[in-house]
């Protein structure tokens, strides 16, 4: 058991530590630059007071400004503990005074690891891992962009050319193609059916007959020019080279994914599971570390991919069951479009889902309950190393 507890309230460019002994009396109480050198001299400083027992250390943050002392502390065999912020918060009730401060805050994430036993060390993940995890958060980031920059070239287009806005679908590749030359309606009655045509053609656009001719009766529906339509022309241009790159960039990113995933001991296994390309699988490494080392059962993995229901009873009232309020958003995500994505080409899924439909469960509800159901067999999964094998028909509708 350790006899010191040294609490890190983390910062982007600094850090407060606080150390304290077994009674919770501060020993010390430091701001540190978020810089090796000086997180070095904190670490041999807090083995000087220490005088080489052994110290727990506890941190409100696992990734960003605290990854450089997350590795320093790794390198140096230290004991570290992860206390999500939402903890830190509601405690910080139960001290004495209204004030928040750095300090307060990392002197309470000291004592919560002097008195908790039911904190999760934080635990390094594989290299593949790591670069999973940056690789699906920027792909996220740029789909988001994407998303933003398509409501905004919509937005924008109904300031002047509502019908050519109506149109199209422009999350397609064609119409943005289509808006890199013509924006107007003047503009595309000028140069009629047969020139867009072929322009759109020769880029390699499909139909391009039928998309030149959607987009001359668009023109054609609207001869009145707005005093938007100069300014808004030129930024729907604009934006629509902007997606069209954001585009590209996800290409590049995907493809990224899916050589570096490959390279996984377990992703022969992870795709082999309905519903799981090499996008979400990849996901799912990243987020569980690469591996169940992180997870002590599978309802520990369950609980934090937020597919456990959680008790509220009181008193004569019981049976209440919710969603946790703290679990992996982006692991429930992907275990939840997995189970989607099952739904087509799995039987097994499929009876599984149409049973919990029949019970009176949304269609939300179902894909949840199945998505739970199928954590067991992904755990199962990647403990064996077996791949996944389709239960035979008779079996799965005698199970269900």
């Known amino acids: 058991m350790p006899t010191f507890w040294v609490g890190i309230d983390s910062g982007k460019s600094a850090h407060h530590c606080v150390l304290i002994d077994q009674t919770g009396a501060v020993l010390l109480s430091r701001r540190v630059e978020n810089d090796e050198t000086v997180l070095l001299d904190l670490i041999a400083s807090i083995a000087e007071i220490t005088a080489g027992a052994e110290a727990c250390w506890a941190t409100d943050l696992n990734s960003g400004g605290a990854a450089l002392l997350i590795e320093l502390l790794a ?148 001869h009145t020019v707005l005093p938007t339509q100069r300014t808004g022309s030129a930024l729907v241009n604009r934006l629509a080279e902007q997606i069209s790159a954001i585009d590209t960039e996800i290409a590049d990113v995907d493809a990224e994914i899916t050589e570096l995933f490959g390279k996984h001991p377990s992703a022969d296994v992870l795709l082999s599971m309905p519903g ?59 275990c939840y479009l997995a189970a989607l994505s099952s739904l087509k080409n799995s039987p097994a899924s499929r009876i599984y889902y149409d049973r919990k439909r029949g019970e009176g469960k949304s269609h939300k509800q179902a894909l949840i309950a199945l998505a739970r159901r199928r954590i067991n067999v992904i755990w199962a999964m990647l403990r064996d190393h077996t791949p996944y094998q389709e239960p035979a028909p008779h079996l799965t509708a005698h199970a269900a």
């Open 75 to 222: 390198t140096h065999a230290q004991h570290l503990l992860y206390i999500p912020g939402r903890i830190v918060h509601h405690a910080a009730a139960t001290y004495r005074g209204d004030g928040k401060t750095d300090a307060k805050d990392a002197r309470i994430i000291a004592d919560q690891a002097r008195m908790r036993t039911d904190l999760q060390p934080l635990r390094g993940a594989d290299q593949i891992s790591v670069d999973l995890r940056l690789l699906t958060a920027r792909r996220t980031d740029l789909i988001c962009d994407r998303v933003r920059a398509i409501n905004r070239l919509r937005a924008t287009m109904l300031e002047y050319f509502p019908a050519l806005e109506r149109a199209f679908d422009y999350s397609k590749k064609a119409p943005l193609i289509l808006l890199g030359g013509y924006q107007t309606p003047e503009g595309i009655r000028r140069i009629g059916l047969t020139r867009p045509a072929a322009w759109l053609r020769k880029r390699g656009c499909r139909n391009s007959a039928k998309m030149a001719q959607k987009a001359l009766i668009a023109a054609n529906s609207q």
């Open 276 to 334: 799981f390309g090499p996008i979400l699988a990849a996901t799912f490494l990243a987020n569980i570390g690469g591996s169940l080392d992180a997870f002590d059962s599978v309802d520990r993995l369950a609980s934090v991919a937020g597919l456990a229901p959680v008790p509220r009873d009181s008193g004569r009232i019981g049976g209440n069951l919710h969603r946790p309020r703290r679990f992996n958003r982006r692991l429930l995500r992907t």
